[in-house]
């Protein structure tokens, strides 16, 4: 579901007077999930119709610098800086909540100048996968789930995060997975929450306590992929401001909090018939089709290839460790929390699959479009699952990168993604993922101060 389904600029317009809008942010994502933009007064974006941004702007780490030395980024994004065309997406066109004046927000694709999308802009990643669906007459219909975690303010980063304080005067100090109560701490960001929510037409389900310490979990309703991708960036954005105003933080970084465990992004995936709009996975006797088998085939034969995208920072991988609430291999099952694709109980007719690989820190767009590649390339390919795994697979041998530097030799060597998602696209992107691995490294962490220090 859109937020504004089959909205036109026309609709766009009236919807601008009918809620006397002033000023507008024009937003996209860059690829690290960071929106970028201008704001423009309601006068100046309507005779412009959309604006300009140079397309370095696409490919920044997420600490703001640019490959310097990348031969195949220098070749992807043009030495002269040129400048990409944004036309706005009607559909996304949405309140600022938490603004003051009468504003609005917008979503933008990104163009050359010769009217063809930009390449290498995560919308346009997810729309080439989602066309290829589309060849085939599919529709994949997902439903995110998102992991994020409530801090205390923390304005040194090199003191660890805490749990905030809630209604009560307290913080949590035990694990209160599932606790009405612990939610109930925070009634006053959860109201603001959902009333943001509301205004801006997210279509968000149920909210609860995951394990860690202030550690949260919202589902969102399923639907069309680039809309829940939209809405899942509209969300980081909603709740970062609204936890600010109750005086607390609330973070998407994977592993923010030591001896916690991290924050995923697990989305649920079917493909629908468009002629027919019968799910594809589902047989007419209620079996599991042969399509179904051979998404989670694709899914077990590429998503390793996808880790630099589904776990995109070096934070990403202290997620992926045995025993803490998250996959370490690629096995499958039914209604099994250790294996990185669960198969949830469902009726025949909303079979789907649930990849519980991806990491709340990565970008909703380039995650949705990876993992429905991964997908897509199983059934194209009539690639064939691994048995089941009926016990805890965390006993059994990792399969997944363990860092960001061994994810982006295994992507950048996966022929079959790179000409899915394309192949500027993976230059650019590990490029600067490149750059980011080796800002990492020139810091020194207190691990190795205390450690090492006076002990080697």
Known sequence: MSLHKNFSFQDMDRWLDDQRITEIECLIPDLTGVARGKIMPRTKFTEEGGMRLPEAVLGMTVTGNYPTDDEAYECAISAIDRDMVLRADPRTITRVPWAVDATAQVIHDCYFSDGSLVDFAPRSVLRRVLALYEERGWQPIVAPELEFYLTAKNIDPDLPLKAPVGRSGRSETSRQVYSIDAV???????????????????????????????????????GEPLSLADMVFYFKRTLREAALKHDMYATFMAKPMSG???????????????????????????????????????????????????APYVNSYRRIVRHTAAPINIQWGQDNRTVGFRVPEAEPEDRRVENRVIGADANPYLAVAVTLACGYLGMTEQLEPTPMTVDSAYD?????????????????????????????FIDVYAAIKDLEYAEFMQVISPWEREHLLLHV
Do not use: W
């Open 184 to 222: 109930n701490e925070f009634d006053p960001l959860f109201e603001d929450i959902y009333d943001y929510c509301d205004l801006m037409q997210l279509d968000v389900d149920t909210l609860i306590h995951e394990i860690g310490a202030g550690q949260m979990e919202i589902n969102f309703l399923h």
């Open 260 to 310: 916690e465990p991290g924050s995923a992004m697990h989305i649920h995936q079917s493909v629908i018939d468009t002629k027919s709009g019968r799910n594809i996975f589902t047989l007419d006797d209620g079996r599991p089709s042969q399509a179904f088998a051979h998404y989670i085939g694709g899914l077990q034969r590429y998503m390793p290839a996808a880790m630099a995208i589904a």
């Open 396 to 424: 059994l041998d990792y399969q997944l990168p363990q860092g960001l530097s061994e994810a982006l030799e295994v992507l950048r060597k996966e022929t079959r993604l790179k000409q899915l998602l394309g192949e500027r």
